[in-house]
């Protein structure tokens, strides 16, 4: 009931609630993104959603265009010469994600739940576990469980684990202490990068 209804309602509520700032917020950081670099001020790329369903993901551009196919591909780095000057800035404190509200008002994610991964990376859907494909079950989110137990520090295993733990045990409660913990995590800019190479996904 939790998670089909009274969530999906909340989070309807809380775009609602934030969507006039958040417009005057996306607008200025557009701006920007195009005064700092050539290109589009948002990033589009595929993702695995609830049931293995592939979405397109709207972010804030923080990279140079065509970054996927330059140097390391999908994983970045610290000090990575790819990411923009106001790139580095929204990745720092989590700016680049704000766009997803808007995945979440179309129904595509929510707020809290498993971050959505690319289709092919770490593996394809049909190449998770039994145990691992559970973390599909539900809505992606723009923040979740493993984001404040680690980040990009942990492995995708590790992840999973924790994404998992989320699916079986999620609350309205869960949710209000992953929000506390994601807004210490971006105040205190804790586990942007990753741990081998300090790296993370695109």
Not at 79 to 98: A, C, I
Not at 156 to 178: A, C, G
Request: proline share 5%.
């Amino acid at each position: 009931m939790y998670n089909k209804i009274i969530k999906r309602l909340m989070d309807i509520l809380v775009i609602i609630i934030l969507l006039l700032p958040l417009i005057l917020i996306c607008s200025v950081i557009a701006i920007l993104i195009r005064l700092d670099s050539k290109g589009s001020a948002f990033f589009k790329q595929s993702r695995l959603g609830r049931d293995g369903k592939v979405f397109s993901i709207l972010k804030f551009r923080t990279m140079v265009e065509n970054a996927e196919s330059i140097g390391s591909g999908l994983s970045t780095f610290e000090g990575d010469p790819r990411v923009t000057k106001v790139g580095n800035f929204l990745r720092k404190t989590s700016l680049d994600e704000l766009p997803q509200l808007f995945n979440v008002l179309k129904g595509d994610m929510s707020i809290i739940g498993p971050r959505p991964p690319v289709p092919y990376h770490p593996r394809e859907y049909n190449e998770y576990s039994e145990f691992q494909v559970q973390r599909f079950k539900v809505r992606p989110g723009i923040t979740g469980f493993a984001q404040v137990k680690g980040r990009n520090s942990l492995t995708w295993d590790e992840r999973i684990e924790y994404d998992i733990e989320y699916v079986e045990n999620q609350t309205f409660l869960f949710d209000i202490k992953i929000i506390v913990l994601t807004m210490v995590k971006v105040f205190n800019k804790d586990d942007i990068h990753g741990p081998e190479r300090r790296k993370k996904n695109i």
